[in-house]
């Protein structure tokens, strides 16, 4: 088996393309069955390039944040004999909660880290001083 084009690139780098890519992949791996998106692939490309960016979208979140909205969602959703699959437009439709919960932190991590730097700055700034 090859390895998909978005295992080569960091995820930072991913495209629409990418993360429909890995939706897929990981939808074959843990339910057996192939891919289906919701409602068509232009309105999953749609909501993806929404969020990541296009060429001609600007991106609102790092793919690293939709990666692990869909890790989560993939790992919290159970299938069942009536409904084998699932899809991003499932997730982003009926899992806002898990978004909104890695959102937040997301946020209070890049919080965290600017503190940290404006800390080392100002211990720094005092440091020159004495």
Known sequence: M??????????EKWTVNDMLSY????????YGVEYVPF???S?????????IGTR???????PSVVKRFVDECFASHRVSP???GVSFGWFWTYKKTVWQR??????R????????AKSDADWDELADWL
Not at 2 to 11: H, S
Not at 23 to 30: M, P, R
Not at 43 to 51: F, V
């Open 2 to 11: 090859t390895t998909p084009k978005y295992a080569d690139k960091p995820i």
């Open 102 to 107: 890695v959102v937040a932190e997301e946020q």
């Open 82 to 84: 009536q409904y084998p």
């Open 56 to 62: 001609t979208k600007p991106r609102k979140y790092s």
């Open 43 to 51: 309105a999953e490309r749609g909501l993806l390039g929404n969020l």
């Open 39 to 41: 409602r068509s692939w």
């Open 23 to 30: 939706v897929a992949d990981k939808h074959a791996e843990l």
């Open 109 to 116: 991590k890049a919080q965290r880290k600017e503190a940290v």
